[in-house]
């Protein structure tokens, strides 16, 4: 076999593998990604429009936080704490200026 499994001698029958959850997230689920985001937040003293003010290589410690005793991948965490705490996120329609400079 090749790749990191061969690098550490392990045979891939002796791997297991872990079983995400996929899907319409549970509410218990966006209750801890809230708890683990306001816990980052007080522990680093920052706000919520702090964090979406960094870079995003520099948000990734707040990501991999709010990922924490969620049975998810990092990418879905990501995904969904963007959606719930990025103010930016849903801006709503353009406004007849936009529609006019588009039009352009």
């Known amino acids: 076999s090749s790749g990191i499994n061969a690098e550490y ?3 891939k ?4 593998e872990i ?3 996929t899907g ?12 683990n985001a306001r816990e980052y937040l007080l522990i680093h003293n920052l706000t919520l429009p702090d ?18 005793n969620i ?3 990092y990418t879905n ?3 969904k704490a963007l959606r719930m705490f990025d103010e930016k996120n849903h801006l709503g329609h ?7 400079t588009l039009k352009k």
């Open 19 to 21: 079983k995400y959850r």
């Open 71 to 73: 049975n998810r991948k």
């Open 51 to 68: 964090i979406f003010k960094l870079a995003n290589k520099d948000r990734k410690p707040f990501y991999k936080h709010c990922s924490q």
């Open 9 to 11: 001698g392990m045979a």
């Open 13 to 16: 029958e002796d791997i297991e």
């Open 24 to 35: 319409k997230w549970l509410k218990e689920e966006e209750d801890t990604l809230k708890a």
């Open 77 to 79: 965490v990501y995904k």
């Open 94 to 100: 353009y406004t007849e200026q936009e529609i006019k």
